[in-house]
């Protein structure tokens, strides 16, 4: 089976074809051994292709019951930083990249989180300023009320006042 695989493969890669591209690329971090793979196909030997890479390990066969049957899972939207490096990039960078790509998604998610924790928080405060406005023009009604009571008390007593006095000063 895994002869199947490799010869599958080389079609692939002797194609040109992208995703046989990236199937190379993907045997060459996966497998360490890349300058035997590469020599490998370049000669056209399928016997050391075949020692130097273990299928299983990096994915392209999948244990059934009945027999072995490839794997082969490629990604049209493969982003830049997915991308397996072509001027020699060493594995150091590509950590760092990974690295830092991972950790802009993680700060990304955290900003959106406070994004709207910050929303959530303008809208309850919005919610307490509002009740208190109303608060407010209920206690300023309730105040107007109370004045006009107490206006009507004062002139009702100083009604009554005068009244007096001018009862008084008839009866003197």
Do not use: C
Request: no cysteine; hydrophobic share 30%; aromatic share 2%.
């Amino acid at each position: 089976m895994t002869s199947d695989v490799s010869s599958v493969l080389q079609n692939l890669i002797s194609n040109d074809s992208e995703l046989g591209s990236r199937l190379l690329s993907l045997l060459l971090v996966n497998s360490g051994n890349g300058q035997d793979i590469i020599n490998a196909i370049n000669n056209g030997n399928t016997t050391i292709l075949n020692k130097s890479i273990d299928f299983k390990k990096i994915g392209l066969l999948k244990d059934t019951k009945e027999n072995h049957q490839p794997i082969v899972k490629v990604r049209n939207d493969q982003k830049e930083e997915d991308k397996e490096p072509e001027d020699g990039e060493d594995t150091l960078q590509i950590l760092k990249r990974k690295k830092n790509t991972e950790a802009s998604a993680r700060f990304r998610k955290r900003r959106r989180e406070r994004e709207i924790e910050k929303l959530n928080k303008l809208k309850l405060l919005k919610l307490q300023i509002n009740q208190f406005n109303d608060k407010i023009n209920l206690l300023i009604d309730e105040n107007h009320y109370w004045k006009l009571k107490l206006k009507s008390i004062n002139e009702r007593k100083s009604n009554e006042l005068l009244e007096t006095i001018k009862r008084r000063n008839i009866h003197k």
